[in-house]
């Protein structure tokens, strides 16, 4: 976070874990949506479905610049001390700069079925999704271990994606371990409802329990043509998407693409997205 707050990018909100930015890799950003853990020092930006370590950041921000001319960049920000040396390969620049900067590794230990873990309830409830996610929610418990082979032991909520990774969400990271990829869900074999994101598609189905359409979780904006290339087999499309600017210019790539497709986002007008709505209403039925 602080190679962010040198280059002059502040934190929307923070916890002890994780910070939230506003994407300094998407001018289009309107909501904040590119998380930093605190922990790990690791970031991921949710608009483009990538994330990584200051060297993978660097060179997204730094565009058009060669290697050494980015790791001189992030040397100049942080004020880094890197010994002189004739080469410039990129494997023994990430060596040198490996002190200051840690690339940490997932290794999923065990996915349990959702409900046993209080904790991870406890999330689920606060977002309004907690009966919703009983058939569509793992526990999936997890460690990252250092370059020092040290491991740090973490669970989450979690759902799979079509290639097998798993997106995860606690109350202090959002992530995916593993391939990034949409989420489908096969039911009806013509009608569709298609989510940004998982707990946007849990707070519909909390208002829909009995429909039988099938579903795509894009996870990410990054995955829209996977989307709307899964979708073309479907008649009827319904589409939830944020009421944001990259939500917006989403819908018209969809609406271009599909254009029999339906938005169906007026339902949380005045809000966000789904989620927001579905939170927004059980705080005012709790006053």
Not at 167 to 188: H, M, P, Q, S, W
Not at 253 to 274: E, F, M
Request: some cysteine.
């Amino acid at each position: 976070m602080d190679f962010l707050n040198r280059l002059g990018f502040l934190p929307q909100s923070k916890s002890a874990n994780e910070s939230i930015f506003l994407s300094p890799l998407r001018d289009s950003d309107t909501t904040p949506s590119f998380s930093v853990n605190n922990k790990l020092d690791v970031w991921f930006d949710h608009g483009i479905g990538k994330g990584g370590s200051i060297i993978d950041f660097a060179l997204l921000y730094w565009k058009g610049l060669s290697f050494p001319e980015v790791i001189q960049k992030i040397q100049d920000t942080c004020n880094l001390i890197i010994p002189e040396n004739n080469s410039t390969k990129r494997s023994s620049i990430r060596k040198r700069l490996k002190p200051a900067i840690k690339i940490p590794n997932y290794k999923i230990e065990t996915i349990k079925p959702y409900g046993g873990n209080e904790i991870i309830n406890s999330y689920l409830n606060s977002r309004g999704v907690l009966k919703a996610a009983a058939y569509h929610i793992s526990e999936v418990y997890y460690y990252v271990e250092d370059e020092k082979k040290l491991r740090k032991h973490f669970f989450a909520a979690g759902w799979q994606n079509e290639l097998g990774g798993w997106e995860v969400r606690n109350k202090y990271f959002k992530g995916c371990l593993g391939k990034k990829a949409i989420t489908f869900i096969n039911c009806d074999p013509k009608h569709l409802a298609v989510f940004e994101g998982f707990f946007n598609f849990l707070s519909w189905l909390t208002d829909n329990p009995d429909s039988t359409k099938s579903i795509i979780v894009l996870n990410s904006l990054s995955l829209l043509d996977s989307g709307i290339h899964k979708a073309k087999l479907y008649s009827h499309i319904d589409l939830y998407f944020d009421h944001d600017k990259s939500g917006f210019t989403a819908l018209q790539t969809w609406l271009k693409a599909l254009p029999y497709s339906v938005d169906r986002s007026s339902i949380y007008d005045g809000h966000n997205d789904y989620n927001d709505k579905l939170i927004g209403s059980l705080k005012q039925s709790k006053n």
